[in-house]
């Protein structure tokens, strides 16, 4: 009975570990497990930061490909300037946000009508579509999501087997790993590619390695031929992958603007708490130096 109580708790964790594993390996048999590569980002880990030429290069890409079809409707124009950003010149993002292509809704006016005028700095980054259904019409029935939050909205699953979940789990605590949205966007980007000879592709979908069931209907955005070119002074050479890794990069920017603020405050609070506690302990020490216990 006691021996029994004793291990009470052990029992419990390994049948939680065991329904977990079970549970996770019957998921990987229900759809096929893809293997994503992990990339070493700017602003990975606990220390990492955003690199604000590449996020200029991003926001070039999304710019030139991405914009045709999606939106960014939580970034506004006055955070391409704020710092942790891509700290563009505040005039430039003002002639930039007259020259949107998609304009602002805005009114009613004096005779009660809506009417569109050019976007302000305080405006967002509007995409190409009013609405949703306007979208599917467009893109023969699938819908472009907007891409402020697409890299918080996904993440990579493993392929390892059930029992190496939970020290992978670890392993991502105390790395501080939270990039697996930005390894997913970055796979699907560069994994387009002709379908296997068993594969049925359905009408006007296109074969992506990373897309769970294999069949997008985005086509793929930025081919190997046509990437976007950059300016010569932009710290890198147009390629698909170079571009695809920038746009990710942008694209993790507008989902967590604050990164690089709170990834720096958070090293300060720590070293403050450990000098707090350092003090603490000395005082604590000294208080109680003369009273025997
Ligand atoms: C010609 C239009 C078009 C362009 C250009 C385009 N997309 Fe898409 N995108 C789509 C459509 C349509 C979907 C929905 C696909 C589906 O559900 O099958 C989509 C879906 C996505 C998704 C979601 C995938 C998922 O897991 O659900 C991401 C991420 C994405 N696009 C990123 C991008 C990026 C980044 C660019 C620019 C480099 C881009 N797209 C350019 C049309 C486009």
């Not at 809506?114 to 967002?124: G, T, W």
């Not at 939270?178 to 387009?192: P, T």
């Not at 979908?205 to 086509?219: D, E, L, R, T």
Request: overall charge negative.
């Amino acid at each position: 009975m006691m021996l029994q109580c004793k291990f009470a708790p052990l029992r419990t964790a390994l049948v939680a570990i065991a329904t977990f594993g079970f549970a996770s390996a019957a998921n990987s048999a229900g759809g096929e497990a893809i293997h994503y590569d992990r990339h070493n980002w700017t602003y990975g880990g606990v220390k990492g930061q955003f690199d604000p030429i590449q996020l200029r290069r991003g926001f070039q890409v999304y710019q030139e490909v991405c914009a045709a079809c999606h939106g960014l409707e939580r970034v506004r124009f006055r955070n391409l300037v704020e710092p942790g950003g891509p700290q563009f010149d505040e005039e430039a993002v003002k002639t930039l946000a007259a020259e949107w292509p998609n304009q602002i809704v805005d009114g009613p006016n004096d005779e009660g009508e809506m009417f569109e005028r050019p976007a302000k700095l305080s405006d967002i980054l509007k995409g190409p579509y009013r609405n949703a259904k306007e979208a599917r019409a467009a893109q023969g029935g699938a819908y472009p999501p907007d891409l402020s939050l697409m890299t918080r909205a996904r993440n990579i699953h493993t392929d390892a087997p059930w029992y190496i979940h939970v020290p992978l789990m670890m392993r991502d605590i105390i790395t501080g790993y939270q990039e697996g949205g930005s390894d997913y966007v970055y796979s699907l980007l560069i994994g387009y590619e002709d379908e296997p000879a068993d594969f049925e592709l359905s009408e006007g979908m296109n074969y992506n390695k990373y897309f769970a069931g294999h069949q997008i209907a985005m086509a793929q955005p930025i081919p190997e031929e046509g990437a976007v070119e950059y300016q010569e002074n932009a710290g890198a050479k147009m390629s698909m992958k170079q571009n695809a890794e920038d746009v990710t990069a942008f694209l993790a920017w507008a989902a967590d603007p604050s990164l690089n603020s709170r990834k720096q405050l958070g090293w300060s609070v720590l070293i403050y708490l450990l000098i707090t506690t350092l003090l603490l302990y000395f005082a604590k020490k000294r208080i109680w130096k003369r009273i025997k216990h």
